[in-house]
């Protein structure tokens, strides 16, 4: 038996690193309208709405995202849906993502200076305007860096899919593992690319963390 890494394994690899990705992006565009919609209400003037998201807020971050994994692929279909390991691994992922980042944005809405929602007022604004119009603008810049930031930990926790079967990159290179039983060299690969998709979104982050934090001094001196 050939125990050697070879170029199919590689290419095996590659198109694990390939879905990693696509999990990644769907997971991100879900939980990040799931976030924003969070994110709104927990700012909400309605006390209801404040309650419905903190509390969705507070079971998810209170729950592993493995066990939202094994709830989503094992559970539904004991209600009669049919699922496949990706729309399991995506919703799962979707309603992660959509606590922390709802927190996040959140956490961004009230850094926008208090001056700033008077003002809008002093407009005759109503609350719709208001945001989107003048809180919105703001908050995004300052939402970016920690949202890019967050965008790394979706990457490496798409690993935990593999163990619903979906083949991303971590179970790639478990799959070629017990084929060919090389553990050290197969995963030492796996890490790499993994860094090299994490590596440009935390430095593009940090570069952002520092521009940022230089614009909300700028916004919070012009608005004293």
Request: proline content about 4%; some cysteine.
């Amino acid at each position: 038996m050939n125990t050697a890494i070879n170029s199919g394994h590689l290419v095996f690899l590659l198109h694990g690193a390939m879905w990693t990705l696509i999990l990644s992006v769907m997971a991100f565009l879900g939980g990040g309208l799931g976030g924003f919609v969070i994110a709104l209400g927990r700012t909400s003037p309605i006390r209801l709405l404040r309650i419905l998201a903190g509390v969705y807020v507070q079971i998810v971050q209170g729950t592993p995202l493995l066990v939202i994994l094994f709830l989503t692929f094992f559970g539904l279909p004991t209600l009669g849906f049919t699922i496949t390991p990706l729309f399991a691994a995506g919703i799962s992922l979707t309603i992660y993502v959509s606590a922390y980042l709802g927190e996040i944005w959140r956490g961004c809405l009230e850094a926008v200076p208090t001056a700033q929602w008077e003002a809008a007022e002093c407009l005759a604004l109503n609350r719709v305007q208001r945001m989107f119009k003048v809180i919105l603008p703001q908050a995004v810049r300052i939402a970016t860096p920690p949202t890019v930031g967050f965008s790394v930990q979706i990457i490496k926790n798409t690993s935990l899919a593999s163990v619903v079967g979906f083949v991303e990159l971590a179970r790639a290179g478990q799959l070629i593992n017990n084929s060919i039983f090389e553990p050290f060299a197969i995963y030492m690969i796996v890490a790499f690319l993994y860094f090299c998709m994490c590596f440009p979104v935390s430095a593009f982050s940090r570069r952002l963390e520092r521009s940022g934090a230089a614009r909300l001094r700028t916004l919070k001196a012009v608005s004293a």
